[in-house]
T-cell receptor, first 114, second 116 residues
Framework: GQQLNQSPQSMFIQEGEDVSMNCTSS?????WLWYKQDPGEGPVLLIA?????ELTSNGRLTAQFGITRKDSFLNISASIPSDVGIYFC??????????????FGKGTKLSVKP | EAGVAQSPRYKIIEKRQSVAFWCNPI?????LYWYQQILGQGPKLLIQ????????DSQLPKDRFSAERLKGVDSTLKIQPAKLEDSAVYLC??????????????FGPGTRLTVL
């Protein structure tokens, strides 16, 4: 089945640093999503991308939908302690039917040194 | 607006026992999803409902897992009998309508199941 390769698996950064993570797929997607999951909670949607090449920001977060439609990246600028958590990318081929199902990466665990 | 509610939050059972999880989606959301999230992995879809009908259950282990959404609102997911490898977080999500392009899913807090 389809798989998403998300990297890095984990990272430790200094508060105030910028963070970058990415996700690649062996097949194309028409939607890319980025979620954050805190311990004991469900994933929360951060950014949704619907067009190849699209660059979207949400506060200190910026994400891009790759031109090939097989990758996406997420940047966090000026990280703060509350950015700690696990970030998941998710891709969707289409909407409706099983093609509308989300495929998730394995996550990037972010830890910030205070 | 209230989010997706799930209960219980935690459950510990022995293998071969049965367990059930409950989900109440966001009001007005037609599509409901159950995911399994094993430690260190991303969520994996088990079953998807549109109102009270099953859209996709291709990844549901039907010999032991069952799910229903009888009135098109609340849903229950059952495991009978449980195996050790069923230890995971079970997440429920809902969305307005799976047939819409901008159909994003909102997740509940999950039920953490431990099978001993």
């Amino acid at each position: 089945g389809q798989q998403l390769n998300q990297s890095p698996q984990s990272m430790f950064i200094q508060e105030g640093e910028d963070v970058s993570m990415n996700c690649t797929s062996s097949s194309i997607f028409n939607t890319w999503l980025w979620y954050k999951q805190d311990p004991g909670e469900g994933p929360v949607l951060l950014i949704a991308l619907y067009k190849a090449g699209e660059l979207t920001s949400n506060g200190r977060l910026t994400a891009q939908f790759g031109i090939t439609r097989k990758d996406s990246f997420l940047n966090i600028s000026a990280s703060i302690p509350s950015d700690v958590g696990i970030y998941f990318c998710a891709g969707r081929l289409n909407y409706g039917g099983s093609q509308g199902n989300l495929i998730f990466g394995k996550g990037t665990k972010l830890s910030v040194k205070p | 607006e209230a989010g997706v509610a799930q209960s219980p939050r935690y459950k510990i059972i022995e293998k071969r026992q049965s367990v059930a999880f409950w989900c109440n989606p966001i009001s007005g959301h037609a599509t409901l999803y159950w995911y399994q999230q094993i430690l260190g992995q991303g969520p994996k879809l088990l079953i998807q409902f549109q109102n009270n009908g099953v859209v996709d259950d291709s990844q549901l282990p039907k010999d032991r897992f069952s799910a229903e959404r009888l009135k098109g609102v609340d849903s229950t997911l059952k495991i009978q009998p449980a195996k050790l490898e069923d230890s995971a977080v079970y997440l429920c999500a809902s969305s307005l309508d799976r047939r819409d392009m901008y159909n994003e899913q909102f997740f509940g807090p999950g039920t953490r199941l431990t099978v001993l």
